[in-house]
């Protein structure tokens, strides 16, 4: 049995408990905490507060233990357009359970964009080169986790992938099982966070947002379009019904729009000031530099738009100003004749 020594040994620390307490004591196998997960996600993940309620309430039951037991922990799609949240969600979920960003079981879904990928998932068929190896793209210590910590997986881009790949997951969603063609070999998905992101529909729902926002749909008022219907049918159209019954919640993050960007600008600020503390220094951003750098912000693009700009402006002098000034430790940036500068600061 899997986990049979994190079990005995959960179950003992039950069994002591129970003595020493005067009434029943509903201790749970999971080890990680639903507020200090959701208090990272918080921190890194701006204007997607309903996807970050349904997060919640998911951890919370699922700290609980009372899921089924045939089933995976939990089957959840995130829909969106690119740079909005939905990878780095699943990615800070990992690294606050796992303490690492990569500690989950990631699957680039835009590389199995043919049928005979399906292999690369649940091994070759009987007959074929490799069957008996049993080979897959899931790692198996990340898929299944362990007794205290859900394993955590990731399907991203899986509109990307061929309906033939798409339909070798029914039974993973289904009965948290994954049994390979050859009989040899089969993955337990049961003790599993399952998470599949999408962009399913997400060009075609800008494409109608930005037509209500001109012309005299706007006169009129009509000021948005049936996002939700075009990604309705977005869904239909990339997955079979009996697929999408056995996704357990469908999210939806929304676009960040210009009032989020300060908040972006925080986020990516303090990323850049972590790395810089392994050189011993910190830097701060005037507010001219900070106005700079959300000018001409693609809302199609999200966050990465804020990043490309750090790259592509800021870095390269911050990187300059560390070389020419190597005792400073506090750096402040600015614009200057249109260049963004950066200067020892002084008190």
């Known amino acids: 049995m899997p986990f049979i020594n994190e079990r005995l040994e959960a ?19 999971f080890r990680f905490e639903p507020d200090v997960v959701m208090s990272r996600l918080r921190e890194k993940i701006v204007g997607q507060d309903d996807a970050l309620a349904a997060m919640e309430s998911m951890l919370v039951r699922v700290k609980a233990d009372i899921g089924e037991e045939n089933r995976p922990l939990a089957v959840h799609m995130f829909l969106g357009p690119t740079g909005v949240g939905k990878t780095e969600t699943v990615r800070l979920i990992a690294e606050a359970i796992h303490g690492s960003r990569d500690g ?3 699957i680039d879904m835009n590389t199995l964009a043919q049928e005979h990928y399906a292999a690369a998932l649940t091994g070759a068929p009987p007959g074929y080169v490799g069957s008996k190896e049993g080979h897959s793209l899931f790692d198996l210590e990340k898929v299944q986790g362990s007794f205290s910590k859900p394993g955590i997986v990731l399907f991203d881009e899986i509109e990307k992938a061929s309906k033939e790949v798409v ?5 993973v969603l289904d009965t948290g099982r ?8 089969e993955i337990d998905f049961r003790n599993t966070l399952i998470f599949m992101t999408s962009n399913a529909g997400a060009l075609e729902a800008e494409a109608s947002h930005q037509k209500y926002q001109r012309g005299w749909r706007r006169w009129l008022g009509l000021t948005t ?18 697929f999408l019954n056995r996704i357990d919640q469908i999210l939806t993050f ?12 925080d986020i990516e600020l303090a990323g850049l000031n972590k790395r810089l503390a392994r050189k011993h220094a910190e830097l701060t951003l005037s507010p001219l530099l900070r106005t700079e750098l959300c000018q001409g912000y693609d809302s199609r693009y999200g966050a990465r738009e804020i990043l ?8 390269p002098a911050v990187a300059k100003a560390l070389l020419a000034f190597p005792e400073c430790q506090r750096f402040e ?5 249109e260049e963004v500068r950066v200067y020892q600061y002084v008190e």
């Open 11 to 29: 179950n003992r620390e039950t069994i002591e408990q129970n003595r020493a307490a005067s009434g029943p004591v509903r201790a749970s196998r």
């Open 104 to 106: 989950l079981c990631r």
């Open 167 to 171: 339909r070798t997951l029914l039974n």
């Open 178 to 185: 994954l049994v390979f063609p050859s009989g040899n070999r």
């Open 225 to 242: 379009g049936d996002g939700e219907a075009i990604r309705d049918i977005a869904l239909r159209r990339h997955f079979d019904p009996e």
């Open 254 to 265: 929304n676009n960040l729009t210009e009032n989020w960007l300060g908040a972006l600008l």
């Open 308 to 315: 490309r700009a750090f790259r592509q402006r800021l870095e």
């Open 333 to 337: 940036a600015d614009m200057h004749n």
